[in-house]
């Protein structure tokens, strides 16, 4: 049976408590130099990662107002206001940053309760996710918000580098995100556990067990 987009919603919302709270008590154990350290993405420290996480959260709030109202709410001004938000963020002391990964988390779990309830007008709006270019057309249905939210999270929190491996990924969000590169280019000849090929296609570093169906060596992943 097909679940309706309010089913599918409700659903995503549940994992992404789930995996939220996962990410927060992980950023709880971390130092000051822990956070300070740097993280899977190059040029960003663990800091840039946990502010990305929430400056994300309160810019889906954004769009959840906008599927609420049809009133376009970008999730950031801008490519530069979105930099310059996360820039500001990392900078923060540490209790402040976590402060603000909670808040901003709690408010976009209050948001997307009030998603759920909506009308199916409010779930197929159309919007536009993250800071993209001038003239892009809206193109995401609201009631996919949760299933991306689930993605920042838990893609991110490996990003930490801080004791998440690529196979503490439920099983249920590795088979989704393999749908979820496929649906976005053809899948890749490679073998491997099959968290560890999701984490190299998305560009996550080499693991182990990826291989070429050779056996040879995967190469770099492919764009998606």
């Known amino acids: 049976m097909t679940s309706s987009p309010h089913e599918t919603l409700a659903a995503d919302l549940v994992q992404v408590t789930e995996a939220t709270s996962r990410l927060t008590q992980r950023v709880d154990g971390l130092t000051d130099p822990d956070l300070s350290g740097p993280s899977l ?9 946990v502010a990305h996480v929430a400056r994300n959260a309160e810019g889906m709030v954004n769009l959840v107002a906008w599927a609420l109202t049809g009133r376009p709410s970008p999730m950031y001004p801008s490519p530069e206001a979105r930099a310059a938000g996360i820039e500001e963020a990392a900078a923060l ?6 402060t ?23 779930l197929w709006r159309l919007l536009l996710f993250g800071a993209p270019p001038p003239g892009a057309v809206p193109d995401v249905p609201a009631w996919t918000l949760g299933w991306a939210r689930l993605r920042e999270v838990e893609i991110h929190h490996l990003d930490l580098d ?40 998305l560009g996550r570093g080499a693991y182990e067990s990826v291989r070429g169906i050779d056996g040879s060596d995967p190469g770099e992943p492919p764009a998606w």
């Open 41 to 49: 993405l190059p040029g960003w420290s663990r800091a840039h990662v």
């Open 93 to 98: 002391p540490s209790a402040a940053l976590r």
């Open 100 to 122: 603000l990964l909670l808040e901003s988390a709690d408010a976009l779990a209050a948001a997307m309760s009030r998603l759920v309830d909506a009308d199916d007008a409010a």
């Open 162 to 201: 801080a004791g998440l491996e690529p196979s503490d990924w439920p099983q249920p969000f590795v088979e989704r995100m393999v749908d979820f590169l496929d649906g976005r280019g053809s899948a890749p000849a490679v073998t491997g556990d099959l968290a560890e090929v999701v984490a190299w296609r």
